[in-house]
């Protein structure tokens, strides 16, 4: 069983940057890929990136070059670097990963991104 905790969100102005990081409840070592998925009010969740155990990492196409996805296993956690952030990045981002028992996911953290 796995427990994931998002933390970071927040609200801030266009082009700005925020780091998003995902808690996990023990060890990752044995997840093979994390997941960070977004979904604004109306939308369906939409996955953002991720990245595997062996440093494999994937974007969506709408933030390629201006996110980062990054993992820590020392740490238990996996972050989000954003930066140049627009108003159609706003949303709830979510943590996910799967393992032999299902899929966990995090409750969410908010991002807001307006003047």
């Known amino acids: 069983q796995v427990q994931l905790v998002e933390s970071g969100g927040g609200l801030v102005q266009p082009g700005g940057s925020l780091r998003l990081s995902c808690a996990a409840s023990?060890?990752?070592?044995?997840?093979?890929?994390m997941y960070w998925y977004r979904q604004a009010p109306g939308k369906q969740r939409e996955l953002v990136a991720s990245?595997?155990?062996?440093?494999?990492?994937n974007y969506a196409d709408s933030v390629k070059g201006r996110f980062a996805i990054s993992r820590d296993n020392a740490k238990n956690t996996v972050s989000l670097h954003m930066n140049s952030l627009k108003p159609e990045d706003t949303a709830v981002y979510y943590c996910?990963?799967?393992?032999?028992?299902?899929?966990?996911w995090g409750q969410g953290t908010q991002v807001t991104v307006s003047s």
């Open positions: 990245i595997s155990s062996g440093g494999y990492r």
């Open positions: 996910n990963t799967e393992s032999s028992s299902g899929a966990y």
């Open positions: 023990r060890s990752i070592f044995e997840l093979n890929v």
